[in-house]
């Protein structure tokens, strides 16, 4: 999906959330979520546990097929051919691209993460992403 979309689908959460009543407590319990996920990848002693926690959560496979759930929805996929993890201010985020349609992108936290810890924890997603696929 294109960030453009991603962005209308994030516009359509919040107002939802906004014409739905959001309370500020819901706001405040949802920004301390992120901040201790933030700390917990940010931690080297902590954040090999968290990453495997939260891709047991989003991706996964399942008769044959790579299974990914995140806010957007739940899609099936074939094995990639290029799997990319990409830390930006929507998160920490897998790509999927199998080059034969529009490659996927996969929330797995909606934290935003320093350099620092993006260069240690993109490639240890990628490695274990990697593992889940072979598991097939």
Do not use: H, W
């Not at 359509?12 to 959001?22: P, R, T, W, Y």
């Not at 891709?55 to 099936?76: H, N, R």
């Not at 990639?80 to 985020?93: A, H, N, Q, R, Y």
């Amino acid at each position: 999906m294109k960030i453009e979309g991603r962005v209308l689908m994030v516009l359509a959460a919040v107002a939802s959330c906004i014409l739905a009543g959001c309370t500020d407590q819901a706001e405040a319990q949802a920004k301390q979520r992120r901040k201790a996920l933030e700390a917990a990848l940010s931690n080297p002693s902590t954040a090999e546990r968290e990453l495997n926690l939260l891709l047991a959560k989003t991706i996964y496979s399942q008769d044959g097929m790579i299974v990914a759930k995140d806010l957007f929805g739940v899609s099936a996929m074939p094995s990639p051919k290029l799997i990319t993890v990409d830390c930006s201010l929507m998160g920490l985020e897998a790509v999927f691209d199998n080059k034969e349609q529009e490659p996927k992108t996969v929330e797995v936290a909606d934290v935003v993460l320093s350099d620092e810890v993006c260069a240690s924890i993109a490639p240890l997603t990628a490695r274990k992403i990697q593992t889940i696929i072979s598991k097939r």
